[in-house]
Every structure is written in structure tokens, then in C-alpha cells.
């Protein structure tokens, strides 16, 4: 099994597909080479699949490069180091599937260059992948810069023939902010783990960079501290946590539909992931401390996004501000400091992750139809698209929360898990009060079903098709997968323990 | 005297006779055959290094009473500045062809240079230092001067200016340290400041003469001079001015500040605090910045006081990454102006200018694309490993210098966003894909172009021969 099944392949065969694809020698033929990409991407799953088949929480997967013998930086005590353990296989499975639904709804989407689309797809695809299942800080950093390349390219670039009309200015600009903010997040992130490994070597006296090796020990309280929130801010960033958001509305409105179901669906997962392996797992004790002004961020993230969100009239905006909302929702479980929040926290990541890649999928499907993604504009769209309506609202269901499906047992779990905690009452009461996000976003969620589907639908839309059968797959796929979590929870939940 | 040319001197003999034949070359050949002179160069280029070999490195060697020594540091060091004119050489084609009538005259002193470099890495007193400086220095002006053009006649001479006012400091130093110990060898100094007190007046010497060698690393209070001299100069020069001397006077700072001024503690803080304002000073300056000589000069400032910075805090680890960042920095370097020497040269050569290039010179774009990925710092290219193996240095060195790498890490953002500057207008979309320039680039420029992307590469993925080599080196010092 240790060799069928292995990390290496796992990672770096789509960093491979990725080099194939780019080199001259593959044929530029479309079909193709969407095809190919396709079936490589629903291996992919199955592949993943399989390994989380065979995968049992005390037999974790690990895998040791050795490079002619010798460590990756033998003087830094860096390893290349890949190891999968509970969160890391669910993270990866997940991965791997909306990856896939983003390769299938890429069909309509993009219709330039698919070469290079396809190979930054899998090249991103293998950077978070490294992001999910290293073993090490450095690898881990190395991954989480690697990833901004073919994300740059994936938001910024121009998939398109057709003239986008005004949507299409700024892409190449919020791609850039998208990379500045990224950037500057992820070098205090350095800063932290430079820190982190000097000391754990200073005190600790293990000259080494992986995961396992590093406690926080003897490390000076102070030091611990600082640098947890350097590390925090670095994953702030990512997930976002409030005042370094203003990235996410830009990108995800500007990129392309299957490229805003991964950064979504996966991206942001990566920053909840990182507090979850650093500051979580290795420094305790700096974590208690700022958990409160975590569940405080939280919080605000919650309550304050859902407001903007009903502000907006963007059907892309909405969703994208929605994850944000739900992304303090996960920062809340992790903040809570308990099993229950932790586990919960993993499960609404799950959850999450489905529900946006849906959401996203129609807006996509109701921009390319209409061309027009401004709720006011946008009426009467059940008429012609019946098909569509009623997936629509199924998922806006559960994305508000309706029992049945996966989001709202993360919820519910989280908010119970942030109650259980034990460390401030101010952890309680941001528990308390971010039940409000229950009402808040059935707001505005079903304001983007009210407004966009029912009414009268305007003269010159009224030949528009259904889904196509692509689209239909993904929507059905994603359904699958929200109804399964939703009855049999505990597929996630036992996976964690 | 004969014994130790034998034992350590001959790779800078074997150059200096290259030298004299080419210029008594010059005086016969007719321009008509200025095409040997490149090939004359690259003989002597590589007999040196082939006289590499015979240098004696264990124990130390010193020579001629104590004024040039030689170990592995120094070796290393000359190999290096012997690579790079290699590499560079084989970039000057288009240059060579302009100025047919002074080739012979143009290698000469190219060659010059390189033996001034050798000798500064391997001086061991402060007049062979300064002497070896001025043999460098002397060639550096006509070789920015050598294309045609008013810029470049003014690029030279704001050389020479700052070259002059950087050597007046320097003496200064030197003069004063001469003052407290009496003697102008390293050896001598280093003794005498171990065993005795030292007083205000040491550190300022050192200060001085710290400053005097950062000029030509464009570091604070000389590094006006980059933006102009970059702006006037042709990219063949500057593959070798942003290189070469780059790395001599790096090697000579490192073993500087580790002997003779080693026991000053308020050096560091200085040095610590130059490069910092160094940095904010090129970062921001290429922000608003359309011309990418001029983006690339401040990177060579920026890249210079990051390196600065961890040399100034001394210790054999420090030294270590110091070493591998220079080596990492030089590839990069040349690979770029290789790329820009292709495009075809020019005075301002613009962002714009490059729109779409990409799509019709797919290889040389790419090559060119990894340099600069490899000098913003992103991974499995050298440049990101040379950054965190420079930044754990500085992390490792003590919580009073955490401001000052946050510092650097923020302005590495700042990087970031110019570096993509020149870089994105390559993969622009462009309406007349006819009308686009392709590229005819002579063989040897390819060469160099994939060679120096490809061990960009190959040291991003596995660095670790590398660092280890650099650690042995800097353990041996």
C-alpha cells in the first residue's frame, strides 16, 4: 500500500500534468486538452478517495524525501517532510473534489488559452495540496508562496473571447492585490516561523523544522506570544479575519467562475488549516491567551460581514462576503478551544467549502446566461430556468442553515463547541451573539433568491436555456455531498475522533 | 618573492599576461578581426581558473610579507568573480560588434577588472586593498563609458566622482586605524586590537572605512550614484558591474569586518542601520519607476543591503548564508541582463516596451521570467531559499534585530510589486501578434540565459550541496 499509495504522487503528479501542459510538445488542441485535464482531475479524486479509504486515524501517512541521502537543508534542520493525518485527508479529499467540479464547470467558462489555464489549475492544485499534507514549516511556507503564482495568472487573467463589459477591468488589478496582500501576510508569517524555529532550537535544542519536533517549552512566554500573533496575522490574510479582508470581494468577483469555487472553496480553508497546525498544535499556551481577541475578531467577522453582505447587489459580492461571514464561524470554532469546536470547525470547512463552490456555480451559470450579475437588473429567472431555481434554492437552504444539510451542523456544532469552552466567558458570549448570523443570512440569501429568480423576466432572456448537463453534474454533485454530511455527520466527525 | 607567486599568485599572473597580449594585440590587428579578442579573453579566463588549482589554501598562505594571503575564502571567491566575467563575456557580443576598433583594448580592460577583483578578495593589507580597488575602480569607468552616447559618458563620470569621495573616506579610516596600531596589515591590527583597549577613535575608523568599501554596493550615503549609472550604462556592463565587483567587495567587507574592525560592537548597528535606509530608499524609489535599468538598479541596492545587513552581524553562520546569497544573487543578476541584452539595447528601456513579448519568444521569456521570479523571492527557485537562509541569519542574531527584519520582510512586498512590474507587461495580451519583435539571440547569449535560469532552478530544488560547500567555506575563514 506504501507505495501505491503515497503522498509523492498525490502532490506531485499534478505538479507534472501542470509542466506537461505547459511545455510545447502537448497538442493546444481545446478538447483535448480539456479532456485530458478533466479525466486526470476525476483520477485525481479517485485517487483521494482511496487513500482516505484505506487511512485510519492511528496510522497516519508519512512520507521522508531523502535526496541523495541528506535532508532538503541539512544546516536549518529542514526536511522534506509530508505527512497526512485526519484533518490533513479530509482537507486533501476535499481538495481534490472541488477541484474536480471546477475542471467540469470550466467547460463554458473559459474559452482562451487552455493550456495554461489548465496547468495553473493543477499547479494550484498541488501547491495546496503541499499546503494540506507537509510535514514542516519551511515546506509548508514554500508551498504557501508557491500557490500565488498560478493564482495571479487564474484571477487576472483573460479566459475569455467576448467582451466581459465592465466586470472585466479590474481583474488584473484585484489579482494584484490579491498577491500584494498575500505576500504580506505570508512574510509575517515567515517571521513568525523564523522566530518560532530559532527559538525551539535555542531552548529546545532540536536543530529541526518539522512539526513534531517543535514545542513550545522553555520559550519565553512573551516571545511565544509575539510570535503567535505574527503567525496569525499571516493567516489572517488568508482566511480573512476582518480588517485584512478587502482583498477577498475583488478576487473572487473578478475571477472566473471555476476559479472562484476554488479560492472559496479551498484557499481560504488554507489559513484556517495554518492556525490550526501552528498555533493551535504547537503553541498552546500563546493560543489560550489570544483566544479570546480571536473569538472577539470572529465575531465581528460574523456580524459585521453579514451586514455588509445585505448591503450588496453584486450576486458574486454577496457570496463572497457570505464565506467571509462563514469563515469567522470557523475561526470561532478553533477559537473555542475544545474538541467539539475543533471538530466542528473541520466540518463547517467541509461544509463550506461545498456550499460556496454551489453558490458560485450559479452565479457563474446566471452570469453567462444573462450577462448581468446586479440583483436589480436581474428578475424572473425561475421562468426559464426551472432546473436551476430549484437547485438554487436548495442550496441557498442550506447555506442559511436549514437542518438536513452539512452547514447546518457546523453551525449548530460550533456554536455548541464555543459554549463548552472553558476558557473566557468572552468566548461564550461570542458564541451567543453570533447567532444572529442564523436570521442574518437567511437575509440576505434569500434577498439573492427573491430578487434574481421570481418576478417577471425581461423580453430578450426569454430563449435562455437550462443548466446544460456539466452543470448539472457539479450542482448535483455538490448536493450529494451537502445532503450526505448533513444526515451522516459523523463521517467527518469520528474521522477526527 | 618567486616562491609565492608559485604557491598563490599565478591565477592573477596568468590574467595579467592575457591582459598585456591583448593590448599589444590591439596595437596589430587590423578591427576587421576584433572577434579573437573575445575568444583571447575566455582562454585567459579559463587558464585562471585552471591556475586555480595550484593555489595553496591549507594552512593560510601569506604572501609577499603579508600584503596578499590565500585559503578557501579567497578561493572561492576568485572563482566566482572568474565565473561571472566567464558568463558575462559571452553576454558582450552585441557590445563587441559596435566598438569593433577598441575590442582588443575593450577585453583588456574587462579583464583588468577581474584582476582587480581577485586582488582586493585576496589583499591582506590595506595598500594592497586600495591599490587593487583603484585597478578595479580605473576599468569600471571606460567600461561604462564604452557604448555610445551621451548617457554613458555621464554615467562614467558620476562614477568617478563617487568612486573619488568613497576613496577619500576610506583613506580616512585607513589612516586613522594606521593612527591606533601602527600598522596597515590586517594580521598586524587584528593582533593589536585583541590584545589592547580600543577607544572612539578605532570605531570611527572603521566606520569610515566601511563606508568608503559600501559605495560600490550602493549603500546609503553613496547610493545615489546606481540610478544614474544604471540609467547610462550598457546591459552587458552592467551584468558585470551589478556581479563583480558585487562580490569582491562583499568578500573583502566579510573578512574586514571579521578581523581587523571586529571589535567594534557599534559597527554592526551602524551597518545595521545603513542598510535598513538603504533598502527603504531603493524600494520606494522603483515604485513610481517606468524604466527598468532603473527598477533593476534599485534592486541591486535593495539585494546589496539585505546582505549588508546579515555581514554586518557577524558570526560564521551569518557568513555562511552571506556567501550563498551572493552566489544565488550573481546567477540571477547575469541571467536578467543577459535577457535584456537580448531584447537589444537601449538607454530607457521601458515597462511597456516589453508588452507581449512572451507569446512569440515563449523559451527566452521564460528563462527571463524565473530570474525574476528568483529575485522577488518565490519558491523552487534560489532566489526564495537564498532569502530564508539570509533571514534566519538575521532571526537567529538576537531579538534587537527583529524590527529590523520585519522591516526588510515588509519591503520584500514592496519588491514584489515592482519586480511584477517588469515582469506582468511580458504576458500582456496584444491585439497584432504579427507586429510583436522576435528574437534572434546568437549563441552565446542563449547559453548563458538557460544556463543561469536552469541553476536558478536546479539550486531552488535542491540547495543542499551548495549551503554545505558555503558552510565550509565560511567554517575555514
Known sequence: ?497 | MINDIFNILLPQFVLGALILLLLILSMFLSPRQYRYARLISIIGIFSSILMLTTVQTEPQYFGLRGAVMSDSYTLLFEFLILMCGFFVILVTKNLVKTIKRNAYSFQALFLTALLGGMCIVSANDFLTLLVSLELMGFSTYFLISVSKGYHSKEAAFKYIITSALSTGVFLFGVSYLYGITGSINFSDIYEYITNNETSVIYTIACVMIVLGLASKLAVFPFANWIVDVYKGCESSVLAFLSTIPKLALFGIICRLIVFPLGNSFELTFVIAILSLVTALWANTYAIREKNVKVILACSASANASYAFLTAGLVSVYNLSTVIFYLICYAVMNISVFAFLNIYGDKNSMYVNDFKGIFHKNRGLCGAYAISIIALAGIPITSGFIAKIYLFTAIANSGLIFIPFLLMLLVLTVVALFYYLKILLPLFDECDNKELLPVMKPAFSQKFVLYICAAITVIIGIYPEILIELCRLIAYSI
Open chain 1, 1 to 497: 500500500m506504501d507505495i501505491l499509495l503515497s503522498i509523492p504522487i498525490l502532490i506531485f503528479v499534478p505538479m507534472l500534468v501542470s509542466v506537461l501542459l505547459l511545455s510545447p510538445f502537448f497538442t493546444s488542441n481545446e478538447v483535448l486538452v480539456r479532456r485530458f485535464a478533466k479525466s486526470v482531475f476525476v483520477f485525481h479524486f479517485l485517487y483521494s478517495l482511496c487513500m482516505l479509504l484505506f487511512f485510519s486515524p492511528s496510522n497516519p501517512y508519512i512520507c521522508k524525501i531523502d535526496l541523495f541521502g541528506m535532508d532538503w537543508i541539512q544546516s536549518l534542520g529542514i526536511k522534506l517532510l509530508f505527512k497526512i493525518d485526519a484533518i490533513s485527508i479530509i482537507m486533501c479529499v476535499l481538495t481534490s473534489f472541488i477541484f474536480m467540479l471546477a475542471s467540469i464547470s470550466s467547460k463554458f467558462n473559459i474559452r482562451k488559452n487552455h493550456k495554461f489555464y489548465y496547468s495553473m489549475l493543477f499547479l494550484l492544485m498541488s501547491a495546496i495540496l503541499g499546503i494540506f499534507t507537509s510535514g514542516d514549516m519551511f515546506l509548508f511556507f514554500l508551498f504557501w508562496e508557491l500557490e500565488m503564482i498560478p493564482a495571479y495568472f487564474l484571477i487576472g487573467g483573460k479566459w475569455r473571447t467576448d467582451d466581459n463589459g465592465i466586470y472585466d477591468v479590474d481583474a488584473k488589478k484585484s489579482a494584484m492585490k490579491f498577491i500584494l496582500f498575500t505576500f504580506l501576510g505570508s512574510m509575517f508569517m515567515l517571521l513568525g516561523i523564523l522566530l518560532l524555529h530559532y527559538y525551539n532550537y535555542a531552548e529546545n535544542g532540536i536543530l529541526s523544522a518539522t512539526f513534531s519536533d517543535i514545542s513550545e517549552g522553555t520559550i519565553p512566554k512573551g516571545i511565544q506570544v509575539l510570535i503567535a500573533v505574527f503567525l496569525l496575522m499571516g493567516f489572517g490574510v488568508k482566511l480573512p479575519v476582518i480588517p485584512l479582508h478587502s482583498w477577498l470581494p475583488d478576487a473572487h468577483t473578478n475571477a472566473p467562475t471555476p476559479v472562484s469555487m476554488v479560492l472559496a472553496g479551498i484557499l481560504l480553508k488554507t489559513g484556517a488549516y495554518g492556525i490550526f497546525r501552528f498555533n493551535y498544535e504547537m503553541l498552546p499556551y500563546s493560543f489560550r491567551v489570544l483566544a479570546p481577541i480571536l473569538a472577539i475578531l470572529a465575531l465581528i467577522n460574523i456580524i459585521y460581514t453579514a451586514f455588509v453582505c445585505y448591503a450588496q447587489t453584486d450576486i458574486k459580492r454577496i457570496v463572497a462576503y457570505s464565506s467571509i461571514s462563514n469563515m469567522g464561524l470557523i475561526l470561532l470554532g478553533l477559537a473555542a478551544n475544545t474538541k467539539t469546536g475543533l471538530s466542528a470547525s473541520v466540518f463547517h470547512m467541509v461544509a463550506h467549502g461545498l456550499v460556496t463552490a454551489g453558490l458560485f456555480m450559479i452565479c457563474g451559470i446566471v452570469y453567462l446566461r444573462f450577462k448581468d450579475r446586479d440583483i436589480n437588473n436581474l428578475s424572473g429567472i425561475a421562468t426559464v430556468m426551472p432546473r436551476l431555481f430549484g437547485f438554487a434554492s436548495i442550496i441557498v437552504l442550506a447555506s442559511i442553515g436549514v437542518p438536513l444539510f452539512a452547514p447546518f451542523i457546523g453551525e449548530i456544532l460550533t456554536i455548541i463547541g464555543a459554549m463548552q469552552s472553558e476558557l473566557s466567558v468572552v468566548i461564550k458570549f461570542a458564541a451567543l451573539f453570533s447567532l444572529p448570523l442564523l436570521i442574518l443570512s437567511s437575509c440576505y440569501m434569500l434577498k439573492f433568491l427573491h430578487k434574481s429568480f421570481t418576478g417577471d423576466l425581461k423580453e430578450e432572456y426569454v430563449k435562455v436555456n437550462d443548466i446544460s448537463m456539466h452543470e448539472f453534474t457539479v450542482l448535483a454533485s455538490i448536493l450529494a455531498g451537502l445532503v450526505i454530511f448533513g444526515l451522516y455527520p459523523n463521517a467527518i466527525i469520528g474521522l477526527i475522533g
